[in-house]
Nanobody
Framework: QLQLVESGGGLVQPGGSLELSCVAS????????IGWFRQASGKEREGVSC????????NYADSVKGRFTISRDNAKNTVYLQMNSLKSEDTGIYYC?????????????????WGQGTQVTVSS
């Protein structure tokens, strides 16, 4: 079964940190661009960050630049999203998604696989 599984979400106070993980099973992430997306209650899903298959290209939404860091460990078939200085507006369900393409240096518009999401709540 081909799937992505996110973990690491939870409740954190403003200014705190969380690290999300996205693990692939049934396929290797070596040939995939990975994106992190989020959806707040009542809002449309938005792109947060993406990373190319080799990790050489990374992109961030303006709202998270300087606070979030995306990385990957292809040996572990895992992509990470380190989130620091969290704000209440970062609250939402975070999804990872994979787009087939080796060393693509742009965030994907077509996604082949999606995870089920992990809830992040930033609140005091």
């Amino acid at each position: 079964q081909l799937q992505l599984v996110e973990s690491g979400g939870g409740l954190v106070q403003p200014g705190g940190s969380l690290e999300l993980s996205c693990v692939a099973s049934g396929f290797t992430l070596d040939y995939y661009t990975i994106g992190w997306f989020r959806q707040a209650s009542g809002k449309e899903r938005e792109g947060v960050s993406c990373i190319s298959s080799t990790g050489g290209y990374r992109n961030y939404a303006d709202s998270v630049k300087g606070r979030f860091t995306i990385s990957r460990d292809n040996a572990k078939n895992t992509v990470y999203l380190q989130m620091n200085s969290l704000k209440s507006e970062d609250t939402g369900i975070y999804y990872c998604a994979a787009s087939l393409g080796r060393n693509v240096r742009q965030c994907p518009t077509h996604l082949d696989y999606w995870g089920q999401g992990t809830q992040v709540t930033v609140s005091s």
